[in-house]
């Protein structure tokens, strides 16, 4: 079968760094998305990952290890708007998108 | 229009009853979807077009009929709603040529089936 894990919450601090996990198993790869989501709100793109390696855009990182099945996505000085939820998603040998459940983040002042 | 629009934002439909969600987009994107968001859940998609003229069966399109007579349109009918299609309900689209295939979102529909 094909699954995404990704951790359900977490918690950090306003101006520190965080770190949320990714593993898949999926029928095939095409590529690895991050997307944000706000309360309420629509996903909107973040980041993709079809190489191994690390991906950077301003404070927002996104790393990639195809043969173990792992991404991360890495925030820097967060910021009180970052508290959302983070969707990991593999596009799969179909070229459908298979997603995660999502990863609420929460900041604390 | 700029991007995808869906309609209605919110609905409250009786049981059994019929409903279409629209969606509209003015990117010019070959591929859209249907997706439905629960707690607890992922994305699950539900139908997708290619092109067109196409479309395609999700992971879970019980339920649920769609059409693509044009580029720009895509609604998704519920012919029978029953309870377990509460749900939000995000349209997307895509540009659909090779890996890359950033998927561009709607602003949701949420719907409450009683």
């Known amino acids: 079968g094909q699954n995404i894990d990704q951790p359900t919450e977490m918690t950090a601090t306003e101006g520190a760094i965080v770190q949320i996990n990714c593993t898949y198993q999926t029928s095939g790869f095409n590529g690895l998305f991050w997307y944000q989501q706000h309360a309420g709100e629509a996903p909107t793109f973040l980041s993709y990952n079809v190489l191994d390696g690390l991906e950077e855009k301003g404070r927002f990182s996104s790393f990639l290890s195809r043969s173990k099945g792992y991404s991360y996505l890495l925030l820097k000085e967060l910021q009180m708007k970052d508290s959302a939820s983070y969707l990991c998603a593999v596009m799969s040998s179909n070229y459908q998108l298979i997603w995660g459940a999502g990863t609420k983040l929460i900041i604390k002042p | 229009i700029a991007g995808i629009t869906q309609a209605p934002t919110s609905q409250i439909l009786a049981a059994g009853r019929r409903m279409t969600l629209r969606c509209t987009q003015d990117m010019r994107h070959n591929a859209m979807y249907w997706y439905r968001q629960d707690l607890g859940l992922g994305l699950r998609l539900i139908h997708y077009?290619?092109?067109?003229?196409?479309?395609g069966k999700g992971e879970v399109p019980d339920g649920y009929s769609v059409s693509r007579a044009n580029t720009d349109d895509f609604p998704l009918t519920l012919a029978s709603a029953v309870p377990s299609q509460t749900s939000v309900y995000f349209c997307?689209?895509?540009?659909?040529?090779?890996?890359?295939?950033?998927?561009?979102f709607g602003p949701g529909t949420r719907l409450t089936v009683l």
């Open positions: 077009s290619n092109t067109a003229g196409t479309t």
């Open positions: 997307a689209s895509s540009d659909g040529q090779g890996d890359y295939n950033e998927q561009f």
